[in-house]
């Protein structure tokens, strides 16, 4: 097998870590990270992309539209409208769209894939728990009206980040590539 880089090294490294503590990067860290994450493959430079940090109060704002979303109610509605607050800071990943003769908008929507991907593996290489939780709810009416998306906009998910749980993990198993590489 031929020698792992850096690259290899930290995505074998990172894990989804479903549980993280109270610390969170600070806006300016964020900031920071995010400088390097909109470096990612972007055809023609549309930075089709945002990213919202929602802390504090703001994640039982988002904990009640997806409450909203779902249809649930009494104590249902209440465990959902808690998932939010697993974390102490939340990045909604949200694709928005520039008008392109050349760029699909599915090209765009891989964009901001690939904003938050590389967003998890920097935050887990500078020390952060990250876990990127999506589910059917983010195309629901009331998330976007909760993240004050504009029209067109479209909510990924979020990145949960907070500071890691101490815990002990396994290498982690690289994917059989000959079932997932072939030849034309």
């Given at each position: 097998m031929p020698t792992r880089g850096p690259a290899a090294e930290a995505m074998l490294r990172r894990r989804s870590r479903s549980s993280v503590g109270d610390a969170a990067p600070t806006d300016k860290r964020l900031r920071k990270i995010l400088e390097v994450a909109g470096t990612v493959a972007d055809h023609a430079a549309l930075h089709p992309w945002r990213v919202i940090a929602i802390r504090g109060e703001a994640r039982e704002k988002v904990g009640r539209a997806i409450a909203e979303a779902s249809g649930a109610t009494g104590s249902d509605a209440d465990k959902l409208a808690r998932k939010p607050l697993r974390a102490p800071l939340l990045l909604a990943i949200v694709v928005?769209?520039?008008?392109?003769?050349?760029?699909?908008?599915?090209?765009?929507?891989?964009?901001?894939?690939?904003?938050?991907?590389?967003?998890?593996?920097?935050?887990?290489?500078?020390?952060w728990g990250v876990m990127w939780r999506t589910g059917w709810y983010t195309r629901a009416e009331a998330l976007h009206r909760a993240h004050d998306l504009a029209p067109g906009e479209r909510l990924l998910g979020w990145l949960y980040v907070g500071s890691k749980e101490t815990r002990s993990s396994k290498p982690r198993t690289t994917v059989n590539a000959k079932k997932h590489l072939s030849r034309l």
């Open positions: 928005s769209p520039v008008r392109s003769e050349k760029v699909a908008d599915w090209e765009q929507e891989a964009v901001a894939s690939g904003v938050a991907h590389s967003l998890s593996l920097l935050l887990d290489e500078d020390g």
